[in-house]
């Protein structure tokens, strides 16, 4: 099983609604977790931390599902500038730091 | 705010061609990371450095070296360049190991011609 894994989509939504990803990881002794948005040719910028079960921060949730190993981000009320991909990043243990999902790929249509 | 700022946002070289890559972090992070990016394959992790002139190997360091003489600066050498390794190179840093979040460069594209 791959330590990091995500649906790549893409994802096409229109605007306004609710989308939804998921991420499976396979590091069960991970603390924190971390949502990344990257626009296309752009670096990964930071979206949301996870530490506990989950965090929001306005159109945005993430979930945390310890038991089954997943985390998920709800997007609600699309935008069209919510276009880009989204990145699950979970801690992979000693000093390598954080393993990266290979993205999901949001579209919002007008 | 955290700033990391990597030194060309476009490089073309030619094969064979020894090539620098700096990156430069203004928050007294000791964590630094050199990542390349390709379509369907995502971040892939080159080298990191958890220390003035410690360094480690992470995923995929073949064809790579890297240099830490000063906590701020983290160097990416690509000693003797080849095409497989025109790619996108993202630099990062992080103040702790593990459970903190990147704060990334933004990038520079390299093309091996």
């Known amino acids: 099983r791959k330590e990091v894994e995500q649906d790549p989509g893409p994802f096409n939504v229109p605007e306004g609604a609710t989308v939804a990803f998921n991420c499976t990881y396979s590091n069960s002794a991970s603390q924190s977790f971390f949502w990344y948005r990257q626009d296309c040719r752009k670096e990964p910028k930071l979206l949301m931390s996870?530490?506990?079960s989950g965090n929001e921060d306005g159109r945005f949730t993430a979930q945390l599902n310890r038991a089954s190993q997943y985390i998920s981000l709800l997007i609600r009320d699309s935008k069209l500038s919510d276009s880009a991909t989204y990145l699950c990043?979970?801690?992979?243990?000693?000093?390598?730091?954080?393993?990266f999902g290979s993205g999901t790929r949001l579209q919002v249509q007008p | 705010d955290v700033k990391v700022t990597q030194s060309s946002r476009y490089l073309v070289k030619r094969t064979g061609e020894k090539v620098f890559l700096e990156c430069v972090q203004d928050m007294d992070h000791e964590n630094m990371f050199w990542y390349r990016q390709d379509p369907g394959l995502g971040l892939r992790l080159i080298y990191f450095?958890?220390?003035?002139?410690?360094?480690e190997k992470g995923d995929i360091p073949e064809g790579y070296s890297v240099s830490r003489e000063k906590k701020e600066r983290f160097s990416l050498i690509l000693e003797s360049a080849s095409t497989n390794q025109t790619s996108m190179y993202l630099c990062?840093?992080?103040?702790?190991?593990?459970?903190?979040?990147?704060?990334f460069g933004n990038g520079t594209r390299l093309t091996v011609t």
């Open positions: 990043v979970v801690p992979t243990g000693g000093r390598r730091a954080l393993t």
């Open positions: 450095s958890y220390d003035v002139k410690m360094k």
């Open positions: 990062a840093s992080s103040p702790s190991t593990g459970e903190s979040p990147l704060h």
């Open positions: 996870v530490y506990s």
